[in-house]
């Protein structure tokens, strides 16, 4: 008997992430591109989201804004119920670091160092000792099937295998809310599915998973679909479950 995703959805707990009506324009001279128009998103712990959407739609551009990595031009981000935009520096460099495993469209990856020491850099970052660092690095990369590349850079090694080494920079930090913009787009339908079996393993064990894909057959693994249209959530059935529920209940 084979067990379907809704046999194995977690109830989420509370609410983590809460965006009210963000936008994000990007000035480019006389020209202003309205990335984002007014998204409101509620994302609990324990969440597993698929966003999808046309190129251009604001997909990457709404990650960012997740992972606090750019501020929006107006509305309003509430990180754990605290308003993000009035966090210091500290605090924000202190959710990018232990709270969020960010894997980049791009990878990001430092072009002039090997798998060992990109997987490290987050551990660097926050503090870790030199040894424990090599040594879980050393073993995120291993989980990922990389475990014979940790001596390779970027340009040594495949489109697919760069992708995991930004996977596994993501994840060796234990973070509990992973944001990934297009995770398997670079790798063949077999390791991606291993990849999504290492996310369902990540969202059983009750972390967050909010990622970005194009494809059906990797969306179909969250358990939640938010599509993005021209900027504004065209979609999102839990939302729209959430809704009809409350109506029952009345
Ligand atoms: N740094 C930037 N400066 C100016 N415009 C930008 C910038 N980043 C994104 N944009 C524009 O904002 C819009 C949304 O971009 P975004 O990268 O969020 O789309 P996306 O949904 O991730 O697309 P894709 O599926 O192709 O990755 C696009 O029209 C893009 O050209
Ligand atoms: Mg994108």
């Given at each position: 008997?084979?067990m379907t995703n809704a046999d194995m959805t977690r109830p989420p707990g509370p ?134 590349r940790l001596h390779h850079k970027p340009n040594e090694l495949s489109g697919g ?10 994840l060796v930090n234990n973070p509990s809310i992973i944001l990934a913009d297009e ?68």
């Open positions: 008997m084979s609410i983590v992430i809460d965006i009210e009506n963000i936008t994000k324009d990007y000035v480019m001279g006389e020209e202003i591109v309205r990335a984002l128009r007014g998204v409101s998103l509620q994302i609990h712990r324990n969440e597993y989201i698929a966003v999808m959407g046309p190129s251009g739609s604001g997909k990457s551009t709404l990650m960012n804004m997740l992972g606090c990595l750019d501020t929006p031009t107006s509305g309003r981000y509430e990180f754990n119920g605290r308003n993000v935009a009035e966090m210091n520096d500290d605090e924000l460099a202190a959710i990018r670091n232990r709270e969020i495993g960010f894997v980049f469209q791009t990878f990001n990856l430092l072009p002039r160092s090997d798998s060992l020491r990109n997987v490290e850099l987050p551990l660097i970052y926050a503090g870790i000792d030199p040894e424990t660092r090599a040594e879980r690095a050393t073993q995120t990369l291993i989980d990922v099937g990389l475990g014979d295998q760069r992708q995991r080494v930004a996977i596994a920079r993501a995770p398997t787009g670079n790798l063949d339908s077999k390791t991606g599915e291993e990849l999504m079996a290492l996310f369902e393993n990540l969202y059983q064990r009750g972390n967050t998973i909010i990622l970005v894909t194009h494809e059906a057959d990797i969306a179909r693994h969250a358990r939640r679909t938010v599509r993005l249209r021209d900027g504004l959530i065209e979609s999102d059935d839990f939302a729209a479950i959430r809704a009809l529920e409350s109506v029952a209940v009345r």
